[in-house]
């Protein structure tokens, strides 16, 4: 990159150089890069600490344990872009795997049908939310909230409150299964972030709920079908929703109806980590994976030092405040 | 009617126009034409129906009678999108924009150009908002959040957007509003090569200078009415302020003179976010008008001396006291008193009942100790609902539920059941009926009367000429001019505000 070229070379090089200062100008910008290093510094720090934890075993374990969480979070992360957010989806995977323990156990149903029937359940929340929400104008806080109490009660009035079991180990291999050493639930979940990601990145369709979060108004002016999107986006994490709890019911080999209380409120804080904010149109799906990552990370890390389980609320909830703190000053600046 | 129905050039045309709301009539039989290559202004007084006819063409609002025809055709447009599709494209005064998005996404908000797998073509994208953003000599960096850019640039995209859609008729709403004199050069530019181009566009504005500068005829609108269309050549700004100020008939105000003045309230060398070096006297017993366009700075500088924004300079001087007013707690002890412009986002508590909004600026006078007295909140209100004539159920009502006009008499008893000394008022009448308004005119008067003084900011002529006893017209930040109403004409305050007075433009004048 020398001044001694040739005219022609000289714009090349220019454009090569603004090219690569602005690739890393925006690379360092971004918050998924600022959450990797994060991740590592915490890994590295986590290694020194203890010899355990730099082991692919203890990783894979980590891997299976968020998966579920992992579906949960690309739901909401698609949500929250669109400026809602769901509280029902941690009932919504309770109901799912109780009713395809359900069909699988007491109406001895094909395991296909079954998860159908599970995914059904989500879909019919996520629908009735998105209706709520998008026809009658109630706030996702509300809507969402409602229905939360309507699923969870469902499941626990369905089982009385105990669980679903004796399903059958060979459904176990969706939660408990590996395809070489890598979990199954973390192989499905790679394959829905990837085509998620580069739908919400390069997609006409998905790309539409940054539009829609941004400025509801510009978006509708815009000819772009808001109401239709959000409608979707909530049947979306419904869907996702369903999918991560019929895969912990699977791992469990019982529905579980008290199980995943309380998920909603870590998965929005991880989208929110990764980047997402609740007033819309920001976030990407890696992102909030990162930061439900960085999350998992944590915890995990708090219980190899041997720090009680019950404190890892104050630290989750300390870097959610921190992360938006951080992300509020750095705009201020600009 | 200078509207030839048969000529082939005529794009666009709107005829017989008639939108009613209640109460009023926005617009009535209204004749629009807009000739290919031409770019044809409108103006008229706020709230002389401009901005709907705007809506009504670019299909936001449908009309109660009257067609639309586009190439000759009549055209039935049901919402926005469908103009759009057929070439007319409005930019709207408050930005419709995605500010979270780039700058080439908001261009192209769904129309995304797409690869083979229909993934959007950010380069393609990129490529062509930078070469279609080159025509304005702006620097914007199509990638780059929408938000990182000031509302000059954002103006400027939103324009570029309409542009991108090939729109035929080009609607502009105040698009100089929001940027300074540089830019609406380049955007002259622009619209220049537009009609070069062949595309129709129609230019509303309160600028009188910048009309005559870029367009090629002049339509005048006055309380939703056609005054007539001109050819901008063989016409003054004199003639086009004669047609948008001209009555009927004079509405009736208040007369009483003033027994009893003093300097109450004055600003000095005052400076803000919004206007700049401002000296100004209220006094006691007299109502002072301020006048001039949306964005003159009259609001900011009320703002400024209510407390809520910080003045960068100057002083405020109360009986020739100087004080220092830091937020609107202070100015409220030294008797001060400010009536907002958005009585309902600035204004009022409106799920909140009428006497919790009485209430809410006298807590001191209703309160025993810590506790509010519900017996003394109900006796303010009742008493103020009374001297008001303020139209509720009871003082239990929410104010939510009144009427615009009765909500606004909520908003003045809340302040005035305080017994101001100095009364700001920011368009006292906004989207209040013609009774209420006459209400409303009587209580500023009699206010002054008994001796305090009141500072009324008004867009309506009549309103400012018919109850000031002194006006300020503001322009651009500044005060241009001083005048007594009895001294002054409504051409000569439109003038001063619209900047086409030439001795208007940088001079103070004092007219006393």
Known sequence: MTEKTSTSGITTNKDFRTGITNFLFRLVRV??????????????????????????????????????????????????????????????????????????????????????????????????????????????????LGMMTITRGMALGLTEGSPVVNVPSDFAWLGQGNVGRIPVPFIILCVMVLVTDILLRKGRTLRQLYYVGGNQKAALLSGIPVNRIILFTFMGSGLAAALGGIITMARLTSGIPTAYAGVELRVIAACVIGGASLSGGEGTIIGALLGLVFMALVSNAMTMLGVSIYWEGVVTGAILILAVSLDMLSRRRL | MLIDRENPNLIFEARQITKNYPGTCALDSVDFSLKRGEIHALVGENGAGKSTLMLVMAGVLRPDHGSLWLDGKEIHLSDPNQAQHLGISLVFQELALCTNMSVAENIFTNMQPVNRFDFIDFEEMNRVTRSSLEAFGVEIDPQVPLRKYNLATQQIVEIARAIQRNASVLLLDEPTSAIGSRETQRLFQVIRSLRDRGVGVVYVSHKLDEVFDISDRITVLKDGKLMGTVTTHETTSDDIVRMMVGRDFEKMFPQSNITMSAPLLRVNHFTGKGFSDISLTANSGEVLGLFGLTGAGRSELARAIFGIDAPLSGDIYLDDQIVHIKNPREAMKMGIAYVPEDRKIDGLFLEMSLQNNVGSTNLETISQGMMIINRKQAALAKDWMQQLMIKARNIEQLVNYLSGGNQQKVLFAKWLARSPRVLIADEPTRGVDVGAKADIHTLLHDLARKGAAVVMISSELPEIMGLSDRIAVMRAGKVVGVFNSADATEEQLVAYASGASTNGNNSYEVHQ
């Open chain 1, 31 to 144: 918050r998924e890069m600022a959450m990797v290093v994060l991740i590592l510094i915490s890994c590295v720090i986590m290694s020194i600490l203890s010899p355990h934890f730099l082991s692919i075993t203890n990783f894979l374990s980590i891997s299976r344990g968020f998966s579920m969480e992992g579906m949960v979070t690309i739901g909401m992360a698609l949500l929250l872009i669109t400026g809602a957010f769901d509280l029902s989806v941690g009932a919504v995977m309770a109901l799912s795997g109780i009713v395809t323990a359900f069909l699988i156990v007491t109406a001895r149903l094909p395991y296909f049908v079954a998860v159908l029937g599970g995914l059904g359940v989500g879909l019919t929340v996520g629908a009735i939310n998105g209706l709520l929400v998008t026809r009658i104008k109630v706030n996702p806080l509300i809507a969402t």
